[in-house]
C-alpha cells in the first residue's frame, strides 16, 4: 500500500513552526504498512493545493494523507481543493455542526457564526471524530485502477492529527492491509545509531523474510523498530518477537523500555517499586529534569522536588557546597557535583540526590574546561557516582543530552543496586 503525504499551510513554507506532523505520521504510517513514497507542503492556496493532490492521486499513491487547512478561516481552504479533485460538491451536514456546536459547550464557549463553515464535507465523504478540538476529519475512497484510492484529511494542529489518526485513521489501513503488518519498538539510551547497528549487525542480517529493522535516532536516545510482514499473523508475531529478543539479549541495559515508555517514567517506576524517593539539583540545566520527571502523571510517588542552584551562591547557600571547594575545583567539577547531590538529597529528605553541573555554551568555556563539559552525580547514601561528559558547542543540545544522561545515570545505579 503507497502512500503519500500533503501538509498545507503557509507557516510552514515560512519557517514559523516546524513540520512535525510529517515526520510523526511517516513513522507511524510505515508501522503499519503503508509504504510513503513522497511528502510534500504547500501553503494556503486553493490552486497550488488541487494541483498537489492531483500529482499524489495521478502518481498511484492508494493513501494520501493531508493535514491542515479544515478550520473556520478564509485561509482554510483544504476541503474545497479536496472535494474538487476527487468531483464532489461541499455538502452542509446539520448533524456535524450539533456534534461541533456541542464540543465548544463542553468548553464553555458558544461556536462564532463563521463556525458553521466546519460543517462543509465533500459528498460522500465520512466525518472522522476529533476528541481534542472542532473540526472533524474527512475520510473519502474511490476506486481507482482496479483498486481503491484513500485520502484521509485531518486538521494541522499536532495533538488534534494525531488524536483523529490513532483513533480512526491508522486502524482503518491496518483493516485494509493484504495480510498483518506488526511491529514492536525497543527504546535505547547510551549508544548512538552506528553503535547501536554495529552491535546487532549479526541479528540483523540473520532476520528472516518480511522482518526489518529500522533506526530513528533523537538527542540522546534511538528507538530500533522491528516490522514483520506476512500472511500468517501468528507466524509474524513469533518471528518478530524472536528477533526483539536477540536484539535485546545484545543490547542489555541500553534498552530502557518499549513502545511508548519514557525514560522518566521508566525512572520514576524503579524508585516507586523500591519505596524510594528522589530529588534532582540542577546547574547548567535550569529544570530540565526535574520538568521531564514531573511530566509523567503520578510522579510524587517518588519524586520529591528539585532545586536549580545556578550561581556559586546558590549552590553553596540552598546545597551546601563548601566555597572553597568552588574556589579550588571550580563549578563545574567532580567534587562540586558530587556535593550538589548529597545536598539535595539531604535537604529534600529523599533517598536519592542526583546532580548535573556543566558549561552548556555557546560561551564560558575555557581551556581546561570547554563548551559541552559537564559532570553528573548520583548520591544514595550508600553509595556514590560521578561521570564526566564532553558534549558539543550547541547549548540546547547540551541541555537535553545532559538531562538524558542524568536521568540515566539514576536508572542505572538504581539497576545496580536491585541486583546487588
Not at 65 to 83: F, I, Q
Request: net charge negative.
Amino acid at each position: 500500500m503507497t502512500g503519500h503525504l500533503l501538509t498545507v499551510g503557509d507557516e510552514i513554507l515560512l519557517g514559523q513552526i516546524v513540520d512535525t506532523n510529517a515526520a510523526w505520521l511517516g513513522e507511524h504510517l510505515a508501522a503499519v504498512g503503508v509504504d510513503v513514497r513522497r511528502s510534500e507542503t504547500v501553503g494556503d492556496d486553493h490552486a497550488d493545493i488541487v494541483a498537489a493532490i492531483e500529482r499524489a492521486t495521478a502518481g498511484g499513491a492508494r493513501v494520501l494523507v493531508v493535514t491542515g487547512g479544515l478550520g473556520p478561516t478564509h485561509d482554510d481552504v483544504t476541503k474545497a481543493a479536496v472535494a474538487q479533485v476527487f468531483e464532489r460538491e461541499l455538502e452542509f451536514r446539520p448533524d456535524v455542526l450539533a456534534e461541533i456546536e456541542a464540543r465548544y459547550a463542553t468548553r464553555g464557549r458558544t461556536m462564532p457564526a463563521v463556525g458553521r463553515v466546519m460543517a462543509q464535507v465533500p459528498a460522500g465523504f465520512e466525518t472522522l471524530p476529533n476528541p481534542q478540538g472542532s473540526a472533524p476529519g474527512l475520510w473519502g475512497e474511490r476506486a481507482v485502477g482496479g483498486g481503491r484510492q484513500v485520502v484521509a484529511v485531518m486538521p494541522g494542529v499536532p495533538h488534534e492529527m494525531m488524536a483523529i489518526a490513532q483513533g480512526s485513521v491508522l486502524p482503518r489501513l491496518v483493516e485494509r492491509q493484504d495480510g498483518v503488518v506488526l511491529s514492536r519498538t525497543l527504546l535505547t539510551v547510551g549508544k548512538g545509531e552506528s553503535d547501536l547497528a554495529a552491535m546487532i549487525a549479526t541479528t540483523a542480517g540473520s532476520l528472516p523474510d518480511g522482518l526489518r529493522l529500522a533506526y530513528l535516532p533523537s538527542t540522546g536516545s534511538v528507538r530500533i523498530r522491528v516490522t514483520a510482514r506476512g500472511a500468517d499473523r501468528a507466524a509474524a508475531q513469533r518471528d518478530m518477537d524472536r528477533a526483539t529478543d536477540a536484539v535485546r539479549a545484545t543490547l542489555g541495559r541500553l534498552v530502557f523500555g518499549e513502545g511508548t515508555e519514557t525514560l522518566e517514567g521508566v525512572v520514576l517506576d524503579l524508585l516507586a517499586d523500591a519505596g524510594r524517593t528522589l530529588a534532582v539539583a540542577e546547574s547548567c540545566t535550569g529544570g530540565a529534569i526535574s520538568a521531564r520527571l514531573t511530566s509523567v502523571p503520578g510522579a510524587s510517588r517518588a519524586m520529591r522536588g528539585g532545586v536549580v542552584a545556578y550561581s556559586n551562591a546558590a549552590k553553596r547557600d540552598l546545597l551546601g557546597v563548601d566555597g572553597a571547594t568552588i574556589e579550588a575545583e571550580g563549578a563545574v567539577s567532580e567534587a562540586v557535583a558530587l556535593r550538589l547531590a548529597a545536598g539535595v538529597r539531604d535537604r529534600l529528605a529523599a533517598d536519592v540526590g542526583v546532580a548535573v553541573t556543566g558549561i552548556a555554551g555557546p560561551t564560558g568555556g575555557t581551556p581546561d574546561k570547554p563548551v559541552g563539559t559537564v559532570w553528573l552525580a548520583y548520591d544514595d547514601g550508600r553509595t556514590t557516582r560521578a561521570v564526566h561528559l564532553q558534549l558539543t558547542p550547541n547549548r540546547g543540545v547540551n541541555i537535553a543530552l545532559s538531562t538524558t544522561a542524568a536521568l540515566d545515570l539514576v536508572r542505572r545505579q538504581e539497576l545496580r543496586r536491585v541486583g546487588e
